[in-house]
């Protein structure tokens, strides 16, 4: 058994309000662990794509790094010792891996791309402890109606696309764009609750 399962508290190595209200849903207790912000990105938890890496082997290492990368700082911090959940969330189309927008041209770029579409939606949740680290991937299909250039103009100015992967929350008003689903829809914003509540049952976290 883990040395850190018997405590009722866990880090979050995100500050994705999605994420957080996700964990809350589920009645998980937890602490924000933070990294640095753009643009002095950690190096050890970089989430630039590798040469010829495919979107599940990219964010299963992405969301395993996060949480390597929190036990590391745990440590060094000499913060408070359990266990900590990393998640990591990509798009990919046609074969590409597509991540957060740069600016308003790359989001509306991306949802040039996205409109009228199938794309598919990855998330991988990662937790880590001084001994362990478990990881589960949850895959979705999500179809877009075709957008008219002003509609994604409109979206964009809103603000909603950034810090998103492909560029929309579909939680928020881009839920008007997404004509069906496959999968796990709390996946699709960023945290899938059955495949993290498997990885926090073994971990000894009542869900």
Avoid: C
Avoid at 37 to 42: E, L, S, Y
Avoid at 176 to 204: C, N, Q, V
């Amino acid at each position: 058994m883990s040395s850190l399962t018997a405590l009722p508290r866990i880090y979050l190595a995100s500050t994705s309000p999605r994420r957080r209200e996700l964990l809350h849903q589920i009645g998980i207790d937890f602490d924000t662990l933070f990294f640095r912000a753009p643009p002095r990105d950690d190096e050890d938890v970089s989430e630039d794509t590798l040469p010829d890496e495919d979107a599940e082997t990219y964010v299963l290492r992405v969301a395993t790094a996060k949480a390597e990368g929190a036990m590391r700082r745990i440590i060094w911090r000499k913060l408070r010792r359990q266990a900590v959940l990393a998640a990591d969330t990509t798009l990919e189309l046609d074969g590409e891996i597509i991540g957060k927008p740069d600016d308003t041209a790359h989001a509306t770029q991306i949802l040039q791309r996205l409109s009228g579409r199938t794309h598919r939606v990855l998330t991988a949740v990662a937790i880590a402890d001084d001994q362990v680290l478990n990881q589960r991937l949850s895959i979705s299909t999500v179809s877009m109606r075709a957008l008219s250039d002003e509609e994604i103009a409109a979206y964009v100015e809103t603000g909603e696309p950034f810090g998103k992967a492909g560029a929309y929350g579909v939680q928020g008003r881009a839920a008007s764009f997404i004509s069906h689903i496959e999968g796990s829809y709390s996946g699709i914003m960023g945290l899938p609750l059955f495949e993290t509540a498997e990885l926090l049952r073994e971990f000894k976290f009542d869900t």
